[in-house]
T-cell receptor, first 115, second 112 residues
Framework: GAVVSQHPSRVICKSGTSVKIECRSLDFQATTMFWYRQFPKQSLMLMATSNEGSKATYEQGVEKDKFLINHASLTLSTLTVTSAHPEDSSFYIC???????????FGSGTQLSVL | DAKTTQPPSMDCAEGRAANLPCNHSTISGNEYVYWYRQIHSQGPQYIIHGLKNNETNEMASLIITEDRKSSTLILPHATLRDTAVYYCIVRFDSGGYQKVTFGTGTKLQVIP
C-alpha cells in the first residue's frame, strides 16, 4: 500500500505560536490533499481540500487565515496553525490522494496540544 | 453530498461475525462506499470499498443493498484486535474533483 508520512506526531506549543504540520506521499503523486481535524471521541471532520498548485477550499466554519494550507508539490502539503489557542488542540490528519488511487490513504496524525 | 449514519457502538463476541450497518440514503449513483477503522490516536486503516456489487477481501465483506441506500460491513471472525472505531465513508470522485464524507463511526468492542 501507499506510504504517507505525517509529522510531527505530537506537538505541544504555547498559546499564540504557530505550528506547521507536514504531510508527504512517499510513493505516489497526491493531486488532492484532504486535511481533517478530530476532537476526542468524535469522527474526522474535513477542514479543507487542496489540489496541487491551487488554493485550498475550506469547509464552512474553518478560518482560512488561521489554518494555512500549502500544496506546492505533488508529494508535499503543509498545514500551519497560526496563532494557536487552546481550542485548536486536536488531532490533525492528512489524506493525500492521487488521480488513480482507488483507496484513501491517511497520515498517522498529529496531536496538537496548545497550552 | 451523501450523509452516512451509523450506530454509535456495538459489542461482538470473539470468534463470531461482526455486522456493522451504515445508512447512506442520499448517496448518488457515482459515489463509492468505503469502510475504514481507527484505533486510538492513529490514522484510519483501509478495510474495503465498493460501488454496487458486494465485495470481499482478506479482511472483510461488504454488502450493499440493491438501492444502495445502506450497506453492512462483515468481519467474519472477530478477534480482540478488531476492537476499534469503524467509519463508513462516501466518496465522490469526478474529473479531479473529490468529496469525502465520514460517518459518525461505530465503536466495536470485541469481547473475549
Amino acid at each position: 500500500g501507499a506510504v504517507v508520512s505525517q509529522h510531527p506526531s505530537r506537538v505541544i506549543c504555547k498559546s499564540g505560536t504557530s505550528v506547521k504540520i507536514e504531510c508527504r506521499s512517499l510513493d505516489f503523486q497526491a493531486t488532492t490533499m484532504f486535511w481533517y481535524r478530530q476532537f476526542p471521541k468524535q469522527s474526522l471532520m474535513l477542514m479543507a481540500t487542496s489540489n496541487e498548485g491551487s488554493k485550498a477550499t475550506y469547509e464552512q466554519g474553518v478560518e482560512k487565515d488561521k489554518f494555512l494550507i500549502n500544496h506546492a508539490s505533488l508529494t508535499l502539503s503543509t498545514l500551519t496553525v497560526t496563532s494557536a489557542h487552546p481550542e485548536d488542540s486536536s488531532f490533525y490528519i492528512c489524506s493525500p490522494t492521487g488521480a488513480t488511487n482507488e483507496k484513501l490513504f491517511f497520515g498517522s496524525g498529529t496531536q496538537l496540544s496548545v497550552l | 453530498d451523501a450523509k452516512t449514519t451509523q450506530p454509535p457502538s456495538m459489542d461482538c463476541a470473539e470468534g463470531r461475525a461482526a455486522n456493522l450497518p451504515c445508512n447512506h440514503s442520499t448517496i448518488s449513483g457515482n459515489e463509492y462506499v468505503y469502510w475504514y477503522r481507527q484505533i486510538h490516536s492513529q490514522g484510519p486503516q483501509y478495510i474495503i470499498h465498493g460501488l454496487k456489487n458486494n465485495e470481499t477481501n482478506e479482511m472483510a465483506s461488504l454488502i450493499i443493498t440493491e438501492d444502495r441506500k445502506s450497506s453492512t460491513l462483515i468481519l467474519p471472525h472477530a478477534t480482540l484486535r478488531d476492537t476499534a472505531v469503524y467509519y463508513c465513508i462516501v466518496r465522490f470522485d469526478s474529473g479531479g474533483y473529490q468529496k469525502v464524507t465520514f460517518g459518525t463511526g461505530t465503536k466495536l468492542q470485541v469481547i473475549p
